[in-house]
């Protein structure tokens, strides 16, 4: 097992790592891919990118929020309770939207109470990628 200088911080050791990973030695191309992992490392967070990517370009949090109870809960909007929709709600506005808001993936308008897409493009490259399917 190769020896650590102890006064190396793990974040040093890491990007030395990533760099002999990397085969174009592109260490430039990693962040990116990081912060689209990074989106889509919660099921909520893929539900709220996709639809926001398959919708008009911006929708407000309540119906983000009754869509994406609707599909965790597999049953139509309709149905979904007020609390349903709130506990998601609050879980999208305290962690979802701030956490996609630093990866500059969407802007949140908290005024208007409008989410809209920003940068999706790598975020979708990996959903397409990996030919993900949003399945409840």
């Not at 050791?13 to 030695?25: C, F, H, M, V």
């Not at 992992?37 to 099921?43: D, G, M, R, V």
């Not at 979904?80 to 999208?92: A, F, M, N, P, Q």
């Amino acid at each position: 097992m190769p020896r650590t200088d102890p006064r190396e911080s793990r974040t040093d050791r890491a990007e030395t790592s990533n760099d002999a990973i990397d085969p174009d030695g592109d260490p430039s191309s990693a962040p990116h891919l990081d912060s689209a992992f990074t989106a889509l490392s919660h099921p909520r967070r893929i539900y709220l990118i996709h639809a926001l990517v398959n919708g008009t370009g911006g929708a407000t949090l309540t119906d983000l929020s009754s869509e994406i109870a609707s599909q965790e809960l597999d049953k139509p909007i309709e149905e979904v309770t007020v609390g349903e929709r709130k506990r998601i709600h609050l879980s999208l506005y305290h962690s979802h939207l701030p956490k996609l808001a630093d990866l500059d993936v969407i802007e949140y308008d908290d005024r208007e109470d409008v989410v809209r897409p920003k940068d999706v493009s790598q975020v979708k490259a990996v959903l397409d990628g990996t030919d993900a399917q949003l399945d409840a």
